[in-house]
T-cell receptor, first 115, second 112 residues
Framework: DAGVTQSPTHLIKTRGQQVTLRCSPK?????VSWYQQALGQGPQFIFQYYEEEERQRGNFPDRFSGHQYPNYSSELNVNALLLGDSALYLC??????????????FGSGTQLSVL | GQNIDQPTEMTATEGAIVQINCTYQTSGFNGLFWYQQHAGEAPTFLSYNVLDGLEEKGRFSSFLSRSKGYSYLLLKELQMKDSASYLC?????????????FGTGTLLAVQP
C-alpha cells in the first residue's frame, strides 16, 4: 500500500520563476492538504483540497494556488517566487469529512530552494 | 487567534524518560496530535488526544488537560533513534476538518 508520494524531492529555482509541486495521496484518501515548513519551524497550513475544490486556505498570498484532480492527486503552484519561499513543502492526505481522529499521513516533501 | 508553545530543544540520556510539554490557545478545540519528524523526513503520527487524560502506546504516552490548554508527550526507555523533532499540533473546529496548527517543534537529542 503506497503512502503519500511527492515529486520532485528537490528543486532549485530563481526569483520570479514559477514552480509546480505534485502529490499523490495514500490509497483510500480523498483529501489533500499542503503545508510549508521553513527550517527550524513547524509546518504551516497553506490550503486543503477536497472533491476538487479548495476547502480552506491559510495565511498565504494568491501566488500560492492549487488543484486537485478526479483521482485525488494534487498540485501546488507558486508564482513569482521569492527567496522567502525556500522551504520544505509537505503534502498530507486524509479521508474526507469524517471528523474524529482522522490522522494526516505526510509525504516526504519537496525541498524548494529559491536563489 | 491560535498559539502553540513547546520548548525548542531538549537533551536526554539513553534509557531515561523525557517529557515534552505543549501549551496551546485556540478558538475551538477539536483534538491534539503529536508527530515525530526525523531530519529530512516526513512527520509521522505518534498520538491523538481529544478527551482529558493519558493515552498510552508502548514507550510513548500523551496527556491532555483541556481546561489548562496543556499536553505532554512522555517517552520512556529512550533509544538513540528517538533523536528527532517532536511536533505538537492542534485541530480547531470549523473549516477544513483536518487543518492542523503546529508548534515549532521540540528537537530532542538522545545521548549515550
Amino acid at each position: 500500500d503506497a503512502g503519500v508520494t511527492q515529486s520532485p524531492t528537490h528543486l532549485i529555482k530563481t526569483r520570479g520563476q514559477q514552480v509546480t509541486l505534485r502529490c499523490s495521496p495514500k490509497s483510500g484518501h480523498d483529501t489533500v492538504s499542503w503545508y510549508q515548513q521553513a527550517l527550524g519551524q513547524g509546518p504551516q497550513f497553506i490550503f486543503q483540497y477536497y472533491e476538487e475544490e479548495e476547502r480552506q486556505r491559510g495565511n498565504f498570498p494568491d501566488r500560492f494556488s492549487g488543484h486537485q484532480y478526479p483521482n485525488y492527486s494534487s498540485e501546488l503552484n507558486v508564482n513569482a517566487l521569492l527567496l522567502g519561499d525556500s522551504a520544505l513543502y509537505l503534502c498530507a492526505s486524509s479521508r474526507g469529512d469524517r471528523g474524529g481522529n482522522e490522522k494526516l499521513f505526510f509525504g516526504s516533501g519537496t525541498q524548494l530552494s529559491v536563489l | 487567534g491560535q498559539n502553540i508553545d513547546q520548548p525548542t530543544e531538549m537533551t536526554a540520556t539513553e534509557g531515561a524518560i523525557v517529557q515534552i510539554n505543549c501549551t496551546y490557545q485556540t478558538s475551538g478545540f477539536n483534538g491534539l496530535f503529536w508527530y515525530q519528524q526525523h531530519a529530512g523526513e516526513a512527520p509521522t503520527f505518534l498520538s491523538y488526544n481529544v478527551l482529558d487524560g493519558l493515552e498510552e502506546k508502548g514507550r510513548f504516552s500523551s496527556f491532555l488537560s483541556r481546561s489548562k490548554g496543556y499536553s505532554y508527550l512522555l517517552l520512556k526507555e529512550l533509544q538513540m533513534k528517538d533523536s528527532a523533532s517532536y511536533l505538537c499540533a492542534v485541530r480547531a473546529y470549523g473549516g477544513a476538518t483536518n487543518k492542523l496548527i503546529f508548534g515549532t517543534g521540540t528537537l530532542l537529542a538522545v545521548q549515550p
